[in-house]
């Protein structure tokens, strides 16, 4: 009996001891750590080839990504570290900053690269995509004012407040890069966070509505105007409309992601067999990254990516639900918002289910300001978690 109350007593203490305890997501952490491994593998399978043609080396954007993706690894661990209460503290100045970077694209320090202007010349022959950081200031700045609107964020005044954010973050985006599909990545993230405090849902559904008859009638504008020189956006959709009869144009790379998606059949070719790769989509190691892998793993290696991003985006849902309070809820919205929006456009534009845009599948796709801000991003979400308590 005595025992037995010794036993009782031991584990009442260690109840204590526990409770009040701090949490850290370790599954979070371990699931981003092998998407970036699995991106670098993927990187250089895509990249070797044209690597080797244009550098004279093939590891050229391997190494600069596995570099940068080391340099992302410490720069989340460190945020990770850092409160996320301080970022409402500074959550215009960043956005602030973040616009006033978009500024400096437009003047001697912006880079154009294939024909768009969207970086800033950094020492050492790095650039840097202004745009990505206003993916993340959005997120902080959105969170920020929703906590601060409270009940008053419900009103017409209100919406316009929330929502005049993320439509300036993505007028500066469109207008001065000419990056339309972060431009609507970072709309996309602001409604999705006002539409998650908000109480009712039919203003929604009709927004909804209204955007959808309103992107069906500038489809059928376009395809009514194609004789008429239009832009290379209007091209793009009429490409996407008839792909077949622009194969050798406007969706040339989508026609050849196609077969290579079909090439690779249910198991794929085999890692590093890939034939579209060798020179003909052009690019391939940034936004249509994913048909390589489809190619060379087949179907049942995109499932294989998936089912990691979906596990991602669980570990942000959980992160959200069980933060303490709601700046941090909605932050690790905002990251779940920003990711999934990312992987399902990115997989739609390959699949030509919308028309071809420039968005990159997160931590596959190379690029090195994308990485940072996105492991910068996890460190967030990372420090969120720490502040769940066990109970």
Request: charged residues 10%; contains cysteine; hydrophobic residues 55%.
């Amino acid at each position: 009996m005595s025992e037995r109350r010794v036993a009782k007593k031991a584990s009442e203490k260690l109840a204590l001891k526990k409770e009040g305890e701090q949490y850290f997501d370790y599954n979070l952490l371990i699931i981003i750590i092998f998407l970036m491994c699995f991106g670098l593998v993927m990187l250089y399978s895509a990249s070797a080839y044209s690597a080797q043609r244009i550098f004279g080396n093939d590891m050229h954007f391997f190494m600069r990504q596995a570099a940068i993706g080391a340099a992302s690894v410490v720069v989340m661990l460190v945020v990770s570290r850092i409160d996320y209460h301080w970022y409402a503290a500074v959550a215009l100045e960043l956005f602030v900053v973040s616009l006033l970077l978009l500024v400096l694209v437009q003047t001697p320090l912006g880079v154009e690269a294939l024909g768009a202007r969207r970086w800033l010349q950094l020492p050492g022959g790095f650039t840097l995509q202004p745009s990505e950081i206003t993916k993340l200031t959005i997120i902080l700045y959105v969170a920020y004012q929703l906590c601060r609107q409270g009940k008053r964020a419900y009103t017409f005044a209100g919406a316009v407040r929330i929502l005049g954010i993320g439509a300036i973050a993505a007028a500066g985006v469109l207008f001065l890069t000419e990056n339309l599909s972060t431009a609507i990545i970072v709309m996309l993230i602001s409604v999705f966070l006002y539409f998650v405090v908000h109480p009712k849902t039919k203003p929604f559904i009709l927004a909804i509505g209204a955007a959808g008859a309103v992107a069906a009638l500038a489809v059928i504008m376009v395809v009514n105007s194609a004789g008429s020189g239009s832009g290379f956006r209007a091209q793009r959709i009429i490409s996407w409309l008839d792909p077949e009869a622009a194969s050798g144009a406007g969706a040339f790379q989508v026609m050849q992601g196609l077969y290579a998606i079909g090439s690779g059949g249910f198991w794929g070719r085999g890692l590093g067999n890939s034939t579209q790769k060798l020179g003909v989509i052009p690019e391939v190691q940034n936004d249509m990254i994913l048909v390589i892998v489809v190619e060379e793993l087949g179907v049942f290696g995109a499932i294989v990516l998936l089912v990691l991003f979906g596990m991602l985006l669980y570990r942000l849902m959980f992160i959200a639900q069980n933060a303490p309070d709601l700046f941090g809820s909605l932050i690790a919205t905002g990251i779940f918002a920003h990711i999934s929006i990312q992987v399902i456009l990115n997989v739609a534009v390959v699949t030509n289910m919308i028309p071809t845009t420039g968005i990159t599948l997160p931590f596959i796709s190379f690029g090195g300001t994308s990485v940072l801000f996105l492991m910068a991003e996890m460190g967030i979400a990372l420090n969120i978690s720490r502040k769940i308590e066990l109970k």
